[in-house]
């Protein structure tokens, strides 16, 4: 090992232990039980607000994911807080499925249940249950992911639909978040059901579940991933009809290192030498997006040619990934320089030395983007993940 790479490793170490040291220290809700809803940038708690299940099972995954790598009872400790409280005040007994989100008291606030929740649940319940053994937590997985294949699975045309009611009637609006297209089939849900699948596939080996992993990452080559461009398609309708919208270089680089390690999982030779191919062309086409300082840029609209200049926190911390899995899989050391180059710009403008954790980023003229610390989309988790990953990978 380089002493480069060895000081790489001994910095993502440290920045793990501090990442869920502010998540720990912060985000605990000793008033309404679980985690602060929203924290704003200048690390002000917004009280009362809705408490969504996406950052609730994200939290849940840190924390199981960090303590296999700390081996800190006290990650374990808020791992098992995070459980009981997606258990008790997500998971929806009557129905099977999961609140999109909470009030602050608890109480259901958005009852439909978007399938991106249900696979993010699935994905911190099977880590969880891979630290505590706790069958519960295994046994809520498998329920989810039964309800997601009864309801949300498209057997004619393949693939899965976004969301439901929450008794799995349909529902107008399937969007994640405003800023998506209403479309009943999207990349983004995709991707994080394969991710759900074959993570609990690690701790629950049942065969009609491997085999849904090689069908979704049959589905995603053929639909999601467009060869001649590298970048991925990011909505279609239920028949496969595109609906083109922007190049999400974020997307793109996380894709690129997750659906291979997803591929890996489901133990399918032939998806195994396709997405090692997919890893290597996605690294590749994502470095349209760099800029000069070792950031990647957010998104791309290619009918203006027009950038979303800004760099997101997120979307860092999957290009550390990405582009590491790419300098594994070829040996070619310029996409270890964009690694380096990468946690550079991250410790210069997307870690907030002071109170820890990580910006939501940077726009263009590198002013601050004003918003959450922690929040319904500001997790611990793709930052988290990078610091396992890459301390892993690096031997």
């Known amino acids: 090992m380089s002493v480069q790479l060895k000081q790489l490793k001994t910095e993502l170490s440290a920045e793990l232990d501090s990442i869920l040291k502010y998540w720990a220290k912060h985000t605990l809700d ?24 996406v950052l609730n099972a994200r939290i849940l995954w840190s924390f199981s994911a960090g303590y296999k790598a700390t081996q ?25 499925g999961l609140f999109w989100s909470i ?20 994905y911190g319940l099977s880590e969880y249950y891979a630290i505590s053994k706790d069958d519960k937590a295994l046994e809520i997985a498998i329920n989810l992911y039964l309800k997601i294949r009864e309801h949300s699975y498209d057997p004619v045309n393949k693939g899965y639909l976004e969301a439901f009611t929450r008794d799995w009637q349909p529902i107008e609006d399937l969007r994640l978040s405003d800023k ?15 991710e759900a699948y074959a993570n609990l596939f690690k701790v629950w080996k049942d065969k009609k579940l491997q085999s849904d992993i090689i069908e979704l990452l049959e589905t995603i080559e053929k639909h999601f991933i467009n060869t001649q461009t590298g970048h991925l398609r990011l909505f279609f309708d239920e028949n496969w009809i595109e609906k083109p919208d922007v190049i999400s270089y974020g997307h793109d680089i996380e894709a690129a290192w997750l659906l291979l390690q997803c591929a890996e999982i489901s133990e399918d030779e032939t998806l195994i030498a396709n997405y090692k191919k997919h890893a290597v062309q996605m690294a590749e086409v994502t470095k349209e997006g760099l800029d000069s ?8 609209d290619p009918e203006k040619n027009e950038l979303v200049a800004e760099k997101h926190w997120w979307v860092q911390a999957e290009a550390l990934i990405g582009f590491y899995n790419a300098y594994q899989l070829t040996g070619d050391e310029t996409y270890l320089d964009i690694v380096y180059k ?10 907030d030395k002071e109170n820890g954790e990580w910006f939501w980023g940077i726009n263009r003229d590198y002013s601050l983007i004003e918003k ?24």
Request: one cysteine or more; glycine letters at 6%; hydrophobic letters at 35%.
């Open 372 to 395: 959450d610390k922690a929040g319904f989309w500001k997790c611990p988790y793709h930052n988290s993940r990078a610091c396992l990953e890459l301390i892993n990978r690096i031997l």
């Open 103 to 122: 009030n602050a008291d608890r109480t259901p606030k958005d009852t439909k249940n978007q399938i991106y929740a249900l696979a993010f649940a699935i």
């Open 180 to 194: 998506d297209a209403n479309e009943k089939k999207t990349m983004n849900t995709h991707l994080h059901i394969v």
């Open 293 to 300: 300082d070792g950031g990647l840029w957010y998104e791309l």
């Open 30 to 53: 000793s008033e309404n039980g679980g985690f602060i809803g929203q924290i704003d940038y200048n690390d002000h708690i917004i009280a009362n607000t809705e408490k969504g299940s």
């Open 72 to 96: 800190n009872e006290s990650h374990k400790k808020i791992a098992k807080r995070a459980f009981e409280f997606l258990s008790d005040s997500f998971y929806d007994p009557e129905f099977g």
């Open 342 to 351: 990468n946690w550079e710009f991250i410790k210069k403008y997307i870690l």
